[in-house]
């Protein structure tokens, strides 16, 4: 946000003294009043199609962040907002009858049409000219006459439609309904409970804005609000269906509504927020999900930001590139929280046998910005209750408690995850691989993996991959496990054995990722012959029955001599669009016989090839599988095909499944941010009840720790950050000041298992103070 702004004396910045806003809700009004408070010479007009008293909703919600912007840059709103605030700091989740309460979150809430007349008066005290009832000529004719042109007109912005080609607008709408209510009471907390009505899952949100009244949102999907006929109903029947539903939280009072209207949530990203001399502020810009009250506290932080660097910049266009540069980095984040929150209550239905209190912890750490280090922070003995239901000794963070999968216990949740080195030479993993992974494993994560070892020299990605098809490979890799046993007792080590498929022949990662060799190329082979690079890379060849029978048996004879190097576990490598993957993907099978079209046909070979190895495989030794759970592609795996992929391996006898995403097709558009791949996990492991391996951008202890306490993962696979720190792993223990079975620090490093003093930075307290 930006710092605080003082008033100038100075002419008006070049290119502001004459201002339109678009708009007269909380961003537009909080814009108009910072610029003439900076300059009163300039000209500020607000245009606002309703009456002043006209608004949607109810109560809004403020952080301390926000608060403490508008104090620093106008104190006379921040008065009179102060003295309106309703506070409070708890959350009450109600699940099936039982009432979790966390403490400590710190909330300040007011009413929207409060919020307003305090601008309003704001605005006309500083000589902001407020054109109510009267709609804003298009922004084209207001940008000929105007320096500025501020669009604040919210989520259906005309000027936003009216210069697509110019902002890049993205709208995406979601699945869920929801209604905006309220009732003539405060609750004492922020309430989050669940309904399971005969028509499916009801979720009431709710909070209090004023001493006597509440918002209330009522959420639900699609299929449910149709099913219960609210699809036909007005809206005082639909009022009085939702305060039936949740008669025990409002205590037999009714609900009232306000312009209220069943809704589904819209997304809105612009490529760009300004053009030429109009920019676009709060929802006309983008939206959060109001499951993260984030709305109203984005559109007035943008108006801070926008004033801000209108005083600071030499000229508007500098200034609204700057707006835009700080602004969006803090958007961008929101919105990743928020969509994490949208998706969880969009999936709400998969949670629900979740016992109440671990699902009041998964609630409330959803969108990944409330963490188990935080909940402790707030409020250590809800916390404390929730890991003694997880099973955690006390003193025991949940990463360091055990868990079995078949006759291998592994000491702790933290896995290395598979990382290809591109470092062997003709398939032989050497002194590098030695020391790679035995360092990882003395670092003391549960499960250190291999990267993808391949079953063939044809099925290698490049010549620097490892493989397991001769005797002198197999002896390298019974060195490196023996070290493993030997030097770091209780570490597990497992295989991943896979075919590159379609993505073979190719030059090491550094020298041109996924580019085809200069020289020495081998044939690739693939379910349909698609190459993976268009234009550059081979076209693979089509399998028939004898090219797969050859690949089956390539495969077992490498987890037998897998099994002979004292592995502990063994991985199919079915994802990111290697040979098993081919297979799997509706984007790269193209087949018309039985191995091809519906997915219980292009999951029949993977299938047999994970059959055969489970026959050879040591029975008391546990088996995984990775997938991709999307292809973030247009038309490929869907959401239902992970559900399948999962569903079909785990009826095959697969221990885990680990859940990545991706990399199948080169023309992806992932989602990239912290964690953006758990949701994916966590989705198949409460849809299935299977145990599945997290992935992707895992990046802190608190995160394990939180994934694994909310039910959305048993294990958690971390990749880069064990290439910064092999010790990834002891470190967290120390730094959680964790000393048990879970992370043992080898022998020979016991005396580093404490952080290093450094030099003091505090200074002598004064002992007296003299008048």
């Known amino acids: 946000m930006a710092g605080p702004v003082a008033v100038s ?27 003439k408070r900076l300059d009163p010479r300039r000209e500020v007009t607000v245009w606002e199609r309703n009456a002043p008293d006209d608004t949607f909703g109810f109560g809004v919600v403020l952080s ?6 508008i104090e620093h840059a106008d104190p006379v709103v921040y008065r009179a907002l102060r003295d309106e605030f309703v506070r409070w700091d708890t959350i009450d989740v109600v699940h099936r009858g039982a009432v979790h309460t966390s403490g400590g979150h710190g909330f300040a809430a007011l009413g ?47 000027t936003r439609e009216a210069h697509a080609a110019e902002f890049g607008p993205r709208i995406t709408t979601h699945r869920n309904r929801y209604i905006w209510l309220a009732a003539d009471f405060a609750f004492d907390a922020f309430r989050f409970e669940t309904a399971e009505t005969a028509h499916g899952v009801t979720q009431l949100h709710a909070y209090p804005f004023s001493p006597d009244a509440s918002t209330v949102i009522v959420e639900m999907r699609e299929e449910v609000w149709r099913a219960a006929g609210l699809d036909t109903r007005d809206i005082a029947g639909s009022t009085e269906h939702c305060a039936k539903i949740f008669a025990d939280a409002l205590g037999g009072r009714p609900l009232r509504s306000n312009n209220s209207s069943w809704l589904t949530f819209a997304t809105v990203t612009n490529s760009r927020w300004s053009h030429g001399n109009t920019v676009l502020i709060g929802d006309a810009a983008h939206t959060a999900h109001f499951s993260i009250g984030s709305g109203t506290k984005l559109a007035v932080e943008d108006a801070l930001a926008l004033a801000a660097c209108i005083e600071e910049q030499p000229d508007l266009p ?49 969108s990944r910005r409330v963490t188990h280090g935080n909940l402790r922070l707030r409020d250590p003995g809800f916390t404390g209750a929730v890991e003694e239901e997880f099973g955690c000794p006390p ?65 290698r990605i490049t010549p620097g991959c490892t493989g397991l098809w001769t005797d002198a490979q197999e ?68 399998l028939d ?67 055969a190895v489970r026959e050879v495989w040591p029975e008391d030794r546990p088996m995984t599988v990775r997938i991709s759970a999307t292809d973030w592609a247009e038309g490929g795996t869907s959401p239902e095909d992970a559900l399948g992929i999962a569903r079909a391996f785990a009826a095959h006898g697969a221990d885990a499944i680990d859940v990545s995403t991706g990399q199948v097709v080169p023309d992806e558009h992932p989602e990239y941010g912290r964690s953006y791949q758990t949701p994916y996990a966590d ?71 404490r952080t290093p003093p450094t030099g003091r930075t505090d200074a002598p307290r004064p002992r007296l103070t003299l008048g």
């Open 475 to 542: 002896a390298a890799w019974t060195r490196i496990t023996r070290f493993v046993h030997d030097s770091a007792p209780g570490a597990a080590i497992g295989v991943q054995l896979g075919h590159s498929g379609r993505k073979g022949s190719t030059k090491l990662m550094w020298d041109g990722i996924d580019q085809p060799l200069d020289e020495g190329n081998w044939p690739v082979a693939a379910a349909s012959p698609i190459p993976y690079t268009p234009g550059a890379g081979q076209i693979p060849y089509a």
């Open 318 to 366: 500098t200034a609204l590139a700057a707006y835009e540069a700080e602004r969006r980095p803090v958007v961008l984040s929101t919105q990743r929280a928020a969509a994490a929150s949208l998706r969880w209550f969009e999936e709400l239905p998969q949670y629900m046998d979740q016992p109440p209190r671990r699902f009041a912890f998964n609630l409330l750490t959803r």
């Open 112 to 158: 929207r049409r409060r919020l307003l007349r305090i601008l309003h008066a704001r605005c006309e005290s500083l000589g902001v000219r407020l054109r109510f009832r009267t709609p804003a000529p298009p922004a084209a004719e207001l940008a000929a006459r105007h320096d500025l042109v501020i669009a604040a007109d919210g989520v259906h912005s005309a």
């Open 64 to 69: 301390d962040e926000t608060l403490g912007g």
């Open 9 to 35: 004396p100075s002419d008006p910045r070049p290119g502001t003294g004459r201002i339109a806003v678009i708009g007269g809700g909380p961003g537009g009004l909080y814009a108009a009043a910072l610029l």
């Open 683 to 753: 989705r198949i492991r409460n849809a299935l009840d299977v145990p599945v391996i997290a992935v992707g951008a895992i990046s802190s202890w608190d995160d394990v720790n939180s994934l694994l306490l909310a039910g959305r993962a048993d294990l958690c696979a971390l990749a880069r950050p064990h290439l910064y720190d092999p010790h990834w792993t002891l470190h967290a223990a120390a730094e959680q000041g964790y000393e048990g079975t879970g992370a043992p620090w080898p022998l020979p490093y016991r005396a580093g298992s």
């Open 395 to 459: 003193g025991t963070p949940p990463m360091f408690t055990p868990l079995r999968l078949r006759g291998l216990e592994l000491r702790n949740r933290v896995v290395v995850s598979p990382m290809d080195m591109y470092s062997a030479v003709d398939g032989m993993p050497g002194d590098f691989h030695l020391v790679h992974l035995g360092a990882r494993a003395l670092g003391g994560a549960g499960l250190t993996m291999t990267e993808m070892v391949c079953v063939s020299p044809e099925g």
């Open 545 to 611: 029955r004898a090219g797969l029978d050859t690949v089956r048996e390539r495969f077992t004879d490498a987890a037998r001599r897998a099994a002979r190097c004292g592995f502990d576990l063994l991985e199919l490598h079915c994802a990111h669009g290697y040979l098993l993957s081919g297979f799997l993907s509706p984007l790269t099978n193209r087949r018309t016989d039985a191995h091809g079209g519906p997915l219980e046909n292009r999951l029949r070979f993977p299938l047999e090839v994970f059959d």
